[in-house]
Structures are given as C-alpha cells and as structure tokens.
C-alpha cells in the first residue's frame, strides 16, 4: 500500500534511522576489507614493476608495507603508533597509496567521531584526479554519508546520481541516500523507483535489498523477488 500524507513523515524518520545505523555501524566491516585489499592490489602492483625502475619500486614497495603494517595496527588496537604512519603516507607520490593512506586516515578520524576531519579527508580523495575513479567513488560516497544530515535533499541527489544507477557497484549505498533523499522532497515515486532498483539489482548487500523491498513495497511499487517456477509434469 502506498504511504499517505498523514504517515509519510513517520515513514521518512525511519528510514533516515536504519539509514543512519546500517552506515555508521558497519564502517570497519563494510570497507575495512575492502581497503586491505587495495593494500594488496598495491603491493602486487609494485611488485611487477620493470628493473630500470628499480630505486622507485623499493620506495614505492617499503610503503604499501609501511601501510599494511599500519592496519594490522589499527586491527590490534595500536591506532596512535598506525596514526603516525598513515598521516605520513597522505603526502605520498604514489597515487594508490596516498588514497588508501587518506581513507585510512578518514575512517580513523571517523571513529573518534571527528566527522568534519573524516569528511574532508574524503572530500580530498573525491576530488583528486590524478586517482583511479573507484578510490574516487569510493570516496564521495563516504563523503556523503558522513554529510548527510547538513546536506539539503537536492544535494545528494545532485552528487550521488551516477552512483545511483543501475550497474553501478556503489547503488546500495549512493541509492539509498538518494531515495531517502527523495522522500525528503516529498517525491514518493522517485523514491520508490529507485528503492525498487535496488531491491532488483545484483550485488547489493542483502541488508540493502531486504530494506529496499520494504520500502518500496509501502510507496506502491512491487519490488519483491519473483517466485521461482515450477515446471509443468
């Protein structure tokens, strides 16, 4: 059934609340691996690097370790010894290793509920262009969730949008702050459009989808799972 207007702004504070939680709650889950494994991609890719380079590829090389070992702290609880590293490794000259040193460095910042530092270290990230577009995606989706309570509605929709679509890998997270966004501007279809998107893409997380099916289910669009078919005897 389609929201009202007498439940609309109800419906509304409760999604900002599970948006809220899902995005605040699962910062080392959700990313923390993901930028173990930018670590690793690094190293490999320092690795093959040719021998007329070789004084560049050790320096390059000492840092990806330098950075794993700054995680391993961080997982051990030594945040102040990995602090020193990775605010040394921000300045790098090596592109992949100066993103991952600054999202490492936003996710510590965030984790001492220093939001506005977190934010602008993703800003930064975001608006480097000399990186590799997934560590700037990356980026201004972290950058958006930490903004959103002081961004106008129009504002997300406006930063998220090619996040948001359909094929995109960050459509759970972009998508949902656009939706809610969406609600916000009292835009029940567009809202419940692009929940129903993602309720039917691949690659969202569970969490997302269960939740986008919800919600788009009680702005009238049918966005449940077809049931499978059984095949006539």
């Known amino acids: 059934m ?33 930028i173990i494994v930018a670590v690793l991609v690094v190293l490999a890719a320092f690795g093959g690097w040719t021998w ?3 004084h560049q590829n050790t320096l390059a090389g000492e840092q990806g370790e330098q950075l794993a070992i700054a995680l391993d702290d961080i997982q051990q609880g ?7 590293i990775v605010g040394k ?9 100066r993103a991952t040193a600054l999202l490492t460095q936003a996710d510590m910042l965030l984790s001492k509920n220093d939001t506005k530092g977190a934010a602008a270290a993703f800003a930064k990230v975001a608006a480097d262009e000399t990186l590799a577009q997934p560590f700037r995606d990356m980026a201004l989706v972290r950058q958006t969730a930490v903004e959103y309570d002081s961004l ?20 759970g997270s972009a998508g949902e702050m ?18 129903g998107l993602i309720a039917q893409s ?15 289910g009680s702005l009238g669009v049918d966005a449940a799972p077809a049931a499978p078919t059984v095949a006539a005897q």
């Open 2 to 34: 389609a929201l009202t207007p007498q439940n609309n702004e109800a419906f509304i504070r409760e999604v900002d609340e599970e948006l809220r939680r899902e995005q605040m709650s699962n910062i080392g889950k959700r990313y923390g691996l993901w």
């Open 52 to 54: 007329w380079n070789h």
């Open 78 to 84: 030594r945040v102040a010894q990995a602090s020193d």
């Open 89 to 97: 490794l921000t300045s790098s000259d090596k592109d992949a290793v």
């Open 152 to 171: 106008q509605p129009q504002q997300v929709i406006d930063r998220l949008r090619g996040l948001a679509d359909k094929g995109s890998p960050w459509l």
């Open 178 to 195: 656009v939706a809610v966004a969406y609600l916000r501007q009292n835009k029940l279809q567009q809202a419940g459009q692009t929940f």
């Open 202 to 216: 691949d690659g969202v997380p569970d969490s997302i989808r269960a939740r986008a099916v919800q919600m788009a």
